[in-house]
């Protein structure tokens, strides 16, 4: 098993851009989310996934589009990129258990830098 | 609401040395603790984890972590650290639903040789 993927790990956008990081998982994952982790503030969840068509709101939303088409796959949405999101992205993976005491799994993360 | 605090932001340590990292955690509600390790430009890996029974948790690696209920704490131990130990270490509470994970602020361990 690969585990947990992100494409790109390193991206550079100028204020404005758009573009969406990739995320994932080869291990029948039904929940998935998104962190940003930032110097100092630790990790923050930005949305997360329960299952395929299935999308929820973290602790730092704004400025972030998911969707969830596949269990495979979450994609991370950035529309207009501004200099505030410049940040390392992880993605993770768990598997869903009735006791709720599944681990995460972790993405080698993403790099990105807005100017 | 819950809380993680990692009152320590960098713990310098010499090799061979026991170390300990602090967490203190906050929460109206039963709760599962972990404690995260992530190693320089990579993701973050499990070391341990709380989720009931025995209040001392064994990890990977030789690492060792107590829950203290009356503390509020869960301080992450071992007895004799190795160079490849230098990584930056994160305490996380997780309670209720899946997606309330609250993570601290991370503790830097630099094994000195």
């Known amino acids: 098993n690969a585990g947990v993927t992100q494409t790109p790990k390193f991206q550079v956008l100028k204020t404005g851009q758009s573009m969406t990081l990739q995320c994932a998982q080869d291990m029948n994952h039904e929940y998935m989310s998104w962190y940003r982790q930032d110097p100092g503030m630790g990790l923050r969840l930005i949305h997360y996934?329960?299952?395929?068509?299935?999308?929820d709101q973290g602790e730092v939303p704004n400025g972030y589009n998911v969707s969830r088409s596949t269990t495979e796959d979450f994609p991370l949405r950035l529309l207009s990129a501004a200099p505030s999101q410049t940040s390392v992205y992880f993605c993770a993976s768990s598997s869903r258990g009735h006791t709720s005491t599944d681990t995460q799994y972790f993405g080698p993360g993403t790099r990105l830098t807005v100017l | 609401a819950q809380s993680v605090t990692q009152l320590d932001s960098q713990v310098p340590v010499f090799e061979e040395a026991p170390v300990e990292l602090r967490c203190n955690y906050s929460s109206s509600v039963s709760v599962y603790l972990f404690w995260y390790v992530q190693y320089p430009n990579q993701g973050l890996q499990l070391l341990l984890k709380y989720l009931s029974g025995s209040t001392l948790v064994k990890g990977i690696n030789g690492f060792e972590a107590e829950f203290n209920k009356s503390q509020t704490s869960f301080h992450l131990r071992k007895p004799s650290v190795h160079i490849s130990d230098t990584a930056e270490y994160f305490c996380?509470?997780?309670?209720?639903?899946?997606?309330?994970?609250?993570f601290g602020t991370g503790t830097k361990l630099q094994v000195i040789p």
């Open positions: 996380a509470v997780r309670s209720g639903g899946y997606q309330k994970v609250t």
């Open positions: 996934s329960v299952g395929a068509g299935i999308t």
